[in-house]
């Protein structure tokens, strides 16, 4: 059974502060690394994409890739109240790259 | 900016009762999917469709279940006789894989089986 790993929170950090969210994978064989956000009865937004070890940037957002520890992480710098949300983190699985989701991580960003 | 669309925004139905929930893609793309989610858990995958045809679909995915492209816009998701554990939002989203792997997500339909 593929599995994503978040840990569900609450964190609240201060306006301006780094939130830092983390995800682990089970399937070794993934490729693709997506962070989403998540308003409450909304859709997944998408906020970052990773498919290589090591860091990718845009803008306040940073992913971070391990594929051998089987981690991924975002970094929100200078952390607004309008990032507060779900942030969801998926893996893509298979041929038919269907998303296996994390339960996300809860943000509160407190001003 | 194309974007996924879905209809309606929310149905309530009685349960045994048969829904349609309906989804247009982005018009050049060719994969399509269904997930759900449940209120406080995670985002499941439903079923994947390419080439006019079921390519993988999950355990969730029985018989109650049937997905259709009935034109070359419309992505229709048929639940015959619905439970109440079927009351969730149910995503349709689609992808032409060509230069990303990103999924594009419609706004969901909030079902809900009384």
């Known amino acids: 059974q593929k599995e994503v790993e978040q840990n569900s929170g609450p964190l609240s950090v201060p306006e301006g502060a780094i939130a830092s969210l983390n995800c682990t994978y089970s399937?070794?064989?993934?490729?693709?690394f997506f962070w989403y956000r998540q308003y409450s009865g909304k859709s997944p937004e998408l906020i970052m994409s990773i498919y290589s070890n090591g860091d990718k940037e845009d803008g306040r957002f940073t992913a971070q890739l391990n594929k051998a520890s089987q981690y991924v992480s975002l970094l929100i710098r200078d952390s607004q109240p309008s990032d507060s949300a779900t942030y969801l983190c998926a893996v893509n699985a298979g041929n038919n790259r269907k998303l296996i989701w994390g339960l996300g991580t809860s943000l509160a960003v407190n001003p | 900016e194309p974007e996924v669309t879905q209809t309606p925004s929310h149905q309530v139905t009685q349960m045994g009762q048969e829904v349609i929930l309906r989804c247009v893609p982005i018009?050049?793309?060719?994969?399509f999917y269904w997930y759900r989610q449940i209120l406080g858990q995670k985002v499941e995958f439903l079923v994947s469709f390419y080439n006019n045809e079921i390519s993988e679909k999950s355990e969730i995915f029985d018989d109650q279940f049937s997905v259709e492209r009935p034109d070359g816009s419309n992505f229709t998701l048929k639940i015959r006789s619905t439970k109440l554990e079927d009351s969730a939002m149910y995503f349709c989203?689609?992808?032409?894989?060509?230069?990303?792997?990103?999924?594009?997500f419609g706004p969901g339909t909030r079902l809900t089986v009384l």
């Open positions: 399937d070794r064989g993934s490729q693709s």
């Open positions: 018009s050049n793309h060719l994969y």
């Open positions: 989203a689609s992808a032409d894989f060509s230069s990303t792997d990103t999924q594009y």
